[in-house]
């Protein structure tokens, strides 16, 4: 029986970049601080960056796939206009950290204004902390992907299922169907100024063997065991998807692109053979990347790398359990990847463990003196779920119980050496002091000049 399914992903409403598929599925939202020029790179921030919730992508094909209908929005107020004025069957919620309150609220209202609406609830997120979303029929646990695609499409027979259910992790990414972004306002997908308008995002690979799953909410969510599409089918995949939505680039989702051994060489060989030309990015750590590697993504349409970089000081990279690398060969893999064209994006955390208002203020001026196309600054946080929040919480060190400032952007434990208002500070001096420069200035007006030429 075909049925219609609104697929509900609510984003506060903030002036500053929000976007639930970051951070392993929990959210990030970008609060840059409270003067003027603060929120004016928020802004403009929040205009760059606008990424699709990839899972949502599947689950949309799996249900159009069994001759459903799917709607959508981001909204809470258009969610409850749908829900009002068109008949739906089902509701697909998406979980996040940094939105918990308006999905649990859209639960209830749900509830209110027809019981006979079946609410499922997905994400990493939601999969963890069963217990705030107890109100909905049923929460997918696990990656729900297996389960769509799975699914025989009767919604009387999910009536019948209990509230929980199981959904397995797909080994080979193959399988996933190709994702649907009909619905979700593609034309403004961006990862600007990085990418060219509009970007699609995909993902090549799940899974990080990394130590960073003490603190990081990937390695927590999506195992240590590397799953992988293979490189002829995701190209052939970018190939459909630029086809059909005009996509001037992509940028992958993997948490560390390019670990299964071989992938990057096989890939490359398929776009340069598929004649693709298009421009993509990726996130990975500096060490898995050297000359040669540089040379041939490069060649196949590599243009921008998302690195975390983190902190200068070892001690503090140690304490934290983070790596940290050789300041020689990461300047010289800037140098090599801008002789290439390839723009580098710079992450950095500032209040690690042991931090201190100083040490903090030496990685801004490294970040300055790096001098990357791009920097993001974030603060260190113990998200739930990971260990590092349970070692915090086992000595009574977490502070913070409003899950919706579990963002990156504020302070929730107990910090050895700094306070949330230097936090704060601190973000919002780092943004200020890299960005508001007249060299970024114009190197960011010579890039758009330039992209405005090639359009």
Same mark, same amino acid.
């Given at each position: 029986?075909?049925?219609?399914?609104?697929?509900?992903?609510?984003?506060?409403?903030?002036?500053?970049?929000?976007?639930?598929?970051?951070?392993?599925?929990?959210?990030?939202?970008? #609060?840059?601080?409270?003067?003027?020029?603060?929120?004016?790179?928020?802004?403009?921030?929040?205009?760059?960056?606008?990424?699709?919730?990839?899972?949502?992508?599947?689950?949309?094909?799996?249900?159009?796939?069994?001759?459903?209908?799917?709607?959508?929005?981001?909204?809470? +107020?258009?969610?409850?206009?749908?829900?009002?004025?068109?008949?739906?069957?089902?509701?697909?919620?998406? =979980?996040?950290?940094?939105?918990?309150?308006? #999905?649990? !609220?859209?639960?209830?209202?749900?509830?209110?204004?027809?019981?006979? *609406?079946?609410?499922?609830?997905?994400?990493?997120?939601?999969?963890?902390?069963?217990?705030?979303?107890?109100?909905?029929?049923?929460?997918?646990?696990?990656?729900?992907?297996?389960?769509?695609?799975?699914?025989?499409?009767?919604?009387?027979?999910?009536?019948?299922?209990?509230?929980?259910?199981?959904?397995? @992790?797909?080994? $080979?990414?193959?399988?996933?169907? *190709?994702?649907?972004?009909?619905?979700?306002?593609?034309?403004?997908? =961006?990862?600007?100024?990085?990418?060219?308008?509009?970007?699609?995002?995909? #993902?090549? =690979?799940?899974?990080?063997?990394?130590?960073?799953?003490?603190? $990081?909410?990937?390695?927590?969510?999506?195992? !240590?065991?590397?799953?992988?599409?293979?490189?002829?089918?995701?190209?052939?995949?970018?190939?459909?998807?630029?086809?059909?939505?005009?996509?001037?680039?992509?940028?992958?989702?993997?948490?560390?692109?390019?670990?299964?051994?071989?992938?990057?060489?096989?890939? $490359?060989?398929?776009?340069?053979?598929?004649?693709?030309?298009?421009?993509?990015?990726? #996130?990975?750590?500096?060490?898995?990347? %050297?000359?040669?590697?540089?040379?041939?993504?490069?060649?196949?349409?590599?243009?921008?790398?998302?690195?975390?970089?983190?902190?200068?000081?070892?001690?503090?990279?140690?304490?934290?359990?983070?790596?940290?690398?050789?300041?020689?060969?990461?300047?010289?893999?800037?140098? +090599?990847?801008? =002789?290439?064209?390839?723009?580098? %994006?710079?992450?950095?955390?500032?209040?690690?463990?042991?931090?201190?208002? +100083?040490?903090?203020? @030496?990685?801004?001026?490294?970040?300055?003196?790096? %001098?990357?196309?791009?920097?993001?600054?974030?603060?260190?946080?113990?998200?739930?779920?990971?260990?590092?929040? +349970?070692?915090?919480?086992?000595?009574?060190?977490?502070?913070?119980?409003?899950?919706?400032?579990? %963002?990156?952007?504020?302070?929730?434990?107990?910090?050895?050496?700094?306070?949330?208002?230097?936090?704060?500070?601190?973000?919002?001096?780092?943004?200020?002091?890299?960005?508001?420069?007249?060299?970024?200035?114009?190197?960011?007006?010579?890039?758009?000049?330039?992209?405005?030429?090639?359009?």
């Amino acid at each position: 029986m075909k049925a219609t399914w609104l697929i509900a992903n609510p984003i506060p409403h903030k002036s500053t970049s929000c976007n639930k598929d970051l951070n392993g599925g929990y959210g990030t939202c970008d #609060e840059i601080g409270d003067s003027l020029s603060s929120k004016i790179l928020a802004k403009i921030k929040k205009r760059s960056i606008k990424l699709p919730v990839l899972s949502l992508a599947y689950i949309s094909s799996s249900l159009k796939e069994k001759s459903h209908s799917v709607i959508y929005s981001e909204s809470y +107020e258009d969610c409850i206009h749908k829900l009002r004025s068109q008949k739906i069957d089902g509701c697909i919620i998406y =979980s996040s950290i940094v939105a918990t309150k308006y #999905e649990c !609220k859209l639960i209830e209202k749900i509830k209110k204004l027809n019981k006979e *609406i079946l609410i499922l609830v997905v994400g990493s997120f939601s999969t963890n902390f069963t217990s705030l979303y107890e109100k909905a029929d049923h929460i997918i646990m696990g990656e729900p992907e297996d389960f769509f695609s799975k699914w025989n499409g009767k919604i009387n027979e999910l009536r019948n299922k209990g509230k929980y259910i199981n959904s397995k @992790e797909i080994i $080979c990414l193959d399988e996933f169907p *190709i994702p649907d972004f009909k619905e979700m306002g593609f034309r403004n997908f =961006s990862y600007q100024p990085m990418l060219k308008k509009p970007t699609g995002f995909i #993902e090549a =690979s799940r899974g990080c063997p990394y130590s960073c799953g003490y603190y $990081c909410t990937y390695g927590a969510n999506q195992g !240590k065991l590397i799953r992988s599409y293979t490189p002829k089918r995701i190209v052939e995949i970018m190939i459909n998807l630029k086809n059909k939505y005009g996509f001037r680039s992509f940028q992958f989702r993997d948490p560390v692109f390019g670990l299964q051994k071989n992938f990057i060489d096989d890939f $490359c060989n398929e776009i340069l053979n598929a004649s693709i030309n298009i421009d993509w990015g990726i #996130e990975t750590r500096a060490d898995l990347l %050297n000359s040669d590697k540089l040379e041939k993504m490069s060649k196949a349409g590599l243009k921008s790398i998302n690195i975390g970089i983190e902190t200068p000081r070892k001690e503090i990279a140690l304490s934290s359990k983070r790596v940290i690398y050789d300041n020689k060969k990461l300047v010289q893999l800037i140098k +090599e990847a801008n =002789s290439k064209n390839i723009k580098i %994006n710079g992450f950095y955390i500032l209040g690690l463990e042991d931090d201190t208002y +100083e040490s903090c203020l @030496e990685t801004i001026e490294y970040s300055r003196k790096l %001098n990357t196309f791009m920097a993001r600054y974030s603060v260190a946080t113990a998200y739930p779920g990971t260990s590092y929040f +349970e070692d915090l919480d086992k000595d009574s060190r977490i502070t913070e119980k409003d899950l919706s400032k579990y %963002n990156q952007q504020n302070l929730v434990f107990k910090h050895k050496n700094l306070s949330n208002n230097e936090i704060k500070k601190l973000i919002s001096k780092a943004y200020k002091k890299y960005y508001i420069r007249p060299r970024i200035f114009f190197m960011l007006l010579k890039d758009k000049i330039k992209n405005s030429f090639r359009s």
